[in-house]
């Protein structure tokens, strides 16, 4: 591994934890030549490449960073924690992954999103959901505004009260 300070190629790994429920290995490691510090992943790499179908008819393979980019941009300067972005994102993914074998079309990704960013942060769902639907118009996201009033919300503890 390359060290994103001086480029050199001589490392020795300090630590080693499994994240992501045993999907992600991450390890910090200590550049021998300029003892910088720093982080990698490990994930497996799936083996056929899901194709994500644009709305202009073009085929780009999936990346999960475009996902992360769509998020990051959503949520601006809101307080959301990385992690729950890299969550999102990693359920995206595995959603994607186990519901679609070589093709999925932009629609279905970009609703996916909303959804599980929609549980995440309100104002976020909305600033991406603005740039998805291409709102021509006030009232159509007051339309948008008026559904995400109406939806029964998910409470994340009603578990714990029976």
Do not use: W
Request: charged fraction near 40%; proline fraction near 1%.
């Amino acid at each position: 591994m390359r060290c994103p300070i001086c480029s050199e190629d001589n490392d020795r790994v300090i630590d080693s934890r499994s994240s992501d429920a045993g999907k992600v290995i991450r390890r910090r490691r200590e550049c021998l030549a300029c003892q910088a510090r720093f982080t990698t992943y490990e994930r497996v790499e799936q083996a056929a490449k899901l194709m994500v179908i644009k709305r202009d008819g073009r085929r780009v393979p999936f990346d999960r960073e475009n996902i992360l980019r769509g998020v990051a941009a959503a949520c601006g300067k809101r307080k959301i924690a990385e992690d729950a972005k890299q969550q999102l994102a990693n359920q995206v993914e595995d959603e994607l992954h186990k519901a679609h074998d070589r093709e999925v079309d932009s629609q279905t990704v970009g609703e996916l999103v909303m959804r599980k960013l929609r549980d995440i942060d309100e104002v976020a769902f909305i600033r991406f959901a603005s740039e998805y639907y291409k709102f021509k118009s006030v009232d159509e996201l007051r339309r948008q505004l008026e559904l995400l009033d109406e939806r029964v919300r998910d409470m994340k503890a009603q578990q714990r009260l029976f």
